[in-house]
């Protein structure tokens, strides 16, 4: 092995190893809110990308109707298409190997694989982290799932306060900066307020949507005050 | 098929094609200021509506329970910078504690 390749090794391991770990927590949180454990398998392996699975389940949870809750996973999962971009200069893919390595990009993988110095690493840390957290959640969520269910009612366990948690979890790496923040009191704000009104899962989409645009006028203020 | 399966085979089909989309378009058909800052933007402002509604949506109407006990717990934890799974459980095991008592 070449010097240095150890640590990059090490490092997607251990970010893989810790990652694929919580997809305990999407089974728990998938079968309390009403999937059977081959739902919740069909979600890690096919959907792959945490956040839009927590989604998923989270609008069904609530009550809305499943498609509200693909359109929400589907706009969670644009931001892969943007990683892709940004990953497609130095992975190299074409064909079938391509069709199989676009599964692979998630948020962690992207980190791990941009964050090398020279192009081969970029390949060895984005498989690796890839690869591993793939295999762990896949496990993990049959796990959480068949686990979830055999616990019976999830209220009494308070997995039903465990999503939000999750979401926050999710969110919270992201809220690193201003405008990020006053998108995201805006997205839960609005959310909140478009609850009584629509549908279940509605809020949620149209909330998003109120949080993007505010971020974009608030980004253009900030460019004409600082010219 | 039931409206469940339908739902999850339809968020399987767009997310990974929005991942092979991101390998297969040629480079300057995304690359605008514009398209990042929204792809940016976006799960910031989802995953914010998605903690609304999820702690505090009850149906169609609003609710102040022990989930939000849970997620004041979550945010003591990520403040502690603990691990997702701490995070994730610790909440559920508050809100379970303040359903017992």
Redesign the interface.
């Given at each position: 092995m070449i010097p240095g390749d150890r640590q990059v090794v090490v490092d997607s391991l251990g970010v893989g190893i810790?990652t694929g770990?919580?997809g305990?927590?999407f089974g728990a949180?998938a079968a309390a809110s009403g999937?059977d454990v081959w739902?919740a398998c069909?979600?890690s392996l096919?959907?792959?990308?945490g956040?839009?699975q927590?989604?998923?389940v989270?609008v069904?949870?609530?009550?809305g109707?499943?498609?509200a809750?693909?359109l929400?996973?589907?706009?969670?999962?644009?931001?892969?298409?943007?990683?892709?971009?940004a990953?497609?200069?130095h992975?190299e893919?074409r064909g079938w190997r391509?069709?199989l390595?676009?599964?692979l990009?998630i948020d962690e993988s992207t980190a791990m694989g941009l964050g090398q110095d020279d192009a081969r690493r970029t390949r060895l840390a984005f498989r690796l982290t890839g690869v591993t957290i793939f295999v762990l959640w896949n496990l993990a969520t049959l796990a959480g799932a068949a686990a979830g269910q055999a616990l019976g009612d999830p209220?009494?366990?308070?997995?039903?306060?465990?999503?939000?948690?999750?979401?926050?979890?999710?969110?919270?790496p992201?809220?690193t900066a201003w405008p990020?923040r006053v998108?995201?009191?805006?997205?839960?704000?609005?959310?909140?307020g478009l609850?009584?009104w629509t549908p279940?899962g509605v809020?949620?989409?149209l909330?998003?949507?109120?949080?993007?645009a505010a971020?974009?006028v608030l980004?253009r203020r900030r460019a004409a005050v600082q010219p | 098929m039931s409206?469940?399966?339908?739902?999850?085979?339809?968020?399987?089909a767009?997310?990974?094609l929005?991942?092979?989309?991101?390998?297969?378009?040629p480079?300057r058909v995304?690359?605008h200021p514009?398209?990042?800052?929204?792809?940016?933007?976006?799960?910031?402002?989802?995953?914010?509506?998605?903690?609304?509604?999820?702690?505090?949506?009850d149906?169609?109407?609003?609710a102040i329970d022990?989930?939000l006990?849970?997620?004041g717990?979550?945010?003591v934890l990520?403040m502690a910078r603990a691990?997702?799974?701490v995070?994730?459980?610790?909440?559920?095991?508050?809100?379970?504690?303040?359903?017992a008592i």
């Open positions: 810790a770990a919580y305990v927590s949180v999937l739902q069909a979600l096919l959907v792959f990308t956040a839009s927590f989604a998923f989270g069904v949870a609530a009550g109707a499943p498609l809750g693909s929400t996973a589907l706009l969670l999962g644009s931001r892969n298409t943007f990683y892709g971009l990953l497609a200069p992975l893919v391509r069709l390595t676009a599964q990009i209220r009494a366990y308070g997995l039903d306060a465990a999503v939000g948690a999750a979401f926050l979890g999710l969110l919270w992201r809220l990020q998108v995201a009191v805006v997205g839960a704000g609005a959310a909140m609850v009584p279940a809020p949620v989409i909330g998003g949507a109120a949080a993007v971020g974009l980004a | 409206a469940l399966w339908v739902g999850i085979l339809v968020a399987s767009g997310c990974y929005l991942k092979v989309a991101g390998l297969s378009v480079q995304l690359a514009v398209a990042e800052r929204v792809a940016d933007l976006i799960p910031v402002g989802l995953l914010a509506a998605l903690v609304a509604v999820q702690v505090l949506a149906g169609q109407s609003l022990a989930r006990l849970g997620l717990a979550a945010v990520l691990p997702f799974l995070v994730v459980f610790g909440a559920a095991l508050v809100a379970a504690l303040a359903r």
